[in-house]
């Protein structure tokens, strides 16, 4: 029984998410040049694949920062009920901030950490997402970088998960319903 055996079909593939990060890498390098020390901050757990292919194509001096947040606890739904696990280790005020995220949903986590974040003073926050799932938006929320827009599915893989599983699985895949319906 392998875990590739629960995905029904493979929605962005291991070669399409690199092409991603090269070409979002790229596009951000251009428009934060000149801006000093940006912080990309990565919204664990989801974020950690995708942010790590990133970061090697963005070519600037760039801090790194992570902040646990939470939304779902083991279900496919998410609660709306936003919670900081573990908060960043640096002050953001007058700061230009990146959000890396694996995907955006109902868009009620990043409306919370935007908010969170301006109202700690950042001069700008912006997010880069891998995956854009604007049919399951509850609050309209529009992320400045998005790697591909896919259809209202549970996916999971390369980051996302069901019940904290499936994160390792190399790519983007839609999962057996009958996983989830156990
Ligand atoms: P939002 O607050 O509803 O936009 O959800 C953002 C978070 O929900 C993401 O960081 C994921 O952790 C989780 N999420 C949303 N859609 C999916 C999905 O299809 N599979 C796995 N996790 C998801």
Known sequence: MSLHDNIESILVSE????EIAERLGKQITEDYKGVERPILLGLLKGCVPFMSDLQKHIDLPIEIEYMDVSSYHGSITSSGDVKIRKDMNTSVSGRDILIAE???????TLDTIVKLLTHRGAKSVEVVT????????VIPFTPKYIGVTIPKAFVVGYGLDYDELYRNIPY????KPEIYKK
């Open 15 to 18: 070669k399409e998410i690199a």
């Open 102 to 108: 694996d995907i955006v949903d109902t868009g009620k």
């Open 172 to 175: 983007v895949g839609i999962l």
């Open 130 to 137: 891998l995956l854009d799932k604007p049919a399951g938006r």
